[in-house]
């Protein structure tokens, strides 16, 4: 067992020295760039799982192993390693230790199961150059007993199926590379090796765990199909009483919703990945067989294009409204927060359709409540952006209604303050979003940090948001109104109008009768905000679309705006102002 520790820790410290070769030369299933980052990290975590104080059995190191690849596990090829590594504890599950034959074996029951885990297995893939190295024990295993030689000759075996991978598929021929994948499985077995034959370990580097924060995001320029432009994982537990896992089941359920699908792990915990445009619609399906522990969902699309090669990338949260075309133009990468009905937590608009959310919201005794991004986070996005771009302008909700923007900040002097700058937008939803849309009209149009961070500051004093609710409902369970008064206004048939000051604290901006008659009030006080200034309007609504086209149709007509675009807000503002409710951003647009 603490050999194998060993020949992990040392195959890991291989790969994480080469992890930017492989970034670069990925190219298949799509060219996103992180399978050098995808691969380090999956060793990472089952290396760092097994610590200094690894299981004297072989058997019980590879299932450490292989439940740490599971969590560790993001992307394609990544999931096949981690459902190569059940397979492999698996066939090995009993053993204290194991000959040259038995381990072939193993490796050979390992590699099957990883082709059983993807919908469609392609050849020219790390599954041709795991096969080989395993046929290659296998066949030398009946006659070789020393470990050096077996590793030694089934490495020779991994490298010519390696060689093999641009033949065998059209991209990487294309690009002029091998497999990813297939390289950094080369490059793991090169570094156990060396390890075997020396047992040199004094220039090792310690192994740290890598954190669960947002996902690399880099700009590469291949086409992309936009109709499966998400790249989408859930970890699935068991959950407490409830039957085995059934991979097979699941693949079954999910296989319709994408393509590139990889179903990795075993009874007890599963890894999902899969490539689609219903990312919500397929995180739900899982869900039906266990417990979701931790989802990721990356924009590939936005990975590719890169903000259409912008020097400066745009950090948001997902308090902030946009809608999702501009968004994708703009190149913005939002950080989640997380939003806990008791004990269970989600990720704002990723682990919960909004439809989800509110059948959860309507039926709870208690509201939710959200929390800001961990600074580990936004650590994370910040270092992976900056890899590729010249600087970050991050704009976040009001201070004085969330700690995220403290986050934020906190993880910019981290990082670095010079590079990253970290905007309190004083506002939330589309008036962070009109916010963000002045931010990414100067950076397209060439201004440098300070300019940005100057203009940006100077802007918020022009843009406001006001809005409405047709219930106080959500208030009065939420403790915000006393239930007697709200009793009174609802007999009155009263609607409350919300504003907001300069900081971005929510005020009593008056009633108005009836919530036509209310959303008629705001339209009137928009225009009075503008003044005579000409302006730039968003509507945002929590489930009534009829209200936020009533209120889009005024401010065309009062305005003479061409275009009012309309959005659909996310769980965290649902929770806290509650259902149908429409609210307007307005940025008056000083000449």
Known sequence: GRDFAQVLRAGTLAVVREQETLNRINAFPVRDADTGANQAAICKAAAARLGDDSPDEVGAAARVAADAALDGARGNSVAIVAQFLHGLASAMSERVKVTTREFAAAARGGTD?????????????????????AHRMRTDSDSVDDF???????????????????????????????????????????????????????DWEPIEAPPHGAAPLVAVHEEIDERLRYCTEALVARGDGRAPL?????????????????????????????????????????????????TKVDDLVLQQLGAREAAIAIVSDSTCDLPEKAAFELGVVAVPLTISFGDESYLDGVDMTL???????????????????????FRETYRN????????????????????????LAAAREVDP??????????????????????????????????IERRANAMRSDITVIGTVRTLDFAVRGGRVNPRAAGLINALHLKPIITFDSMGTAQKGGVAVGFRGALDNVVKRVAGFAGDLPVRCM?????????AAHVA???????????????????????????????????????
């Open 113 to 133: 199961v990883a082709y059983r885990a993807l919908q469609n297995p392609r050849e020219g893939t790390i599954l041709s150059v795991l096969r080989a190295w």
């Open 385 to 408: 952006l900056l890899e590729y771009r010249d600087g970050v302008v991050s704009v976040h909700i009001a201070a004085a209604q969330s700690g995220t923007c403290q986050s934020a």
């Open 246 to 294: 059934d991979r097979e089941a699941v693949m079954k359920v999910v296989s319709d919703l994408g393509e590139s699908l990889v179903v990795a792990g075993g009874d007890e915990r599963l890894r999902v990945h899969i490539h689609t445009i219903e990312p919500k619609r397929f995180l739900e399906t899982p869900a039906a067989f266990g417990v979701l522990e931790r």
């Open 539 to 547: 509507v945002v609504h929590t489930v009534d679309e009829e209200g």
């Open 355 to 377: 439809d989800g959310f509110v059948r959860r919201l309507r039926s709870a005794e208690k509201l939710p409540i959200s929390s800001q991004p961990p600074v580990a986070d």
């Open 148 to 202: 050096r030689e077996l590793l030694s000759s089934a490495l020779g075996g991994a490298r010519q199926a390696l060689a093999l991978t641009p033949r065998q598929l059209e991209v990487p021929a294309r690009s002029h590379v091998v497999d990813a994948g297939g390289q950094g499985f080369v490059y793991f077995l090169e570094g156990a090796l060396e390890w075997i034959k020396t047992g040199r370990t004094e």
């Open 553 to 591: 149709d005024g401010l065309r007509a009062r305005f003479g705006l061409a275009d009012v675009p309309v959005v659909r807000s996310g769980p965290v503002l649902s929770a806290h102002v509650g259902l149908d409710s429409v609210s307007v951003g307005v940025h008056r647009l000083r000449r």
């Open 418 to 451: 010079r590079r990253v700058r970290v905007i309190d937008s004083r506002t939330n939803s589309v008036g962070a979003g009109l916010l963000i849309e002045a931010v990414g009209e100067m950076i397209a149009v060439g201004a440098d940090l300070d300019e």
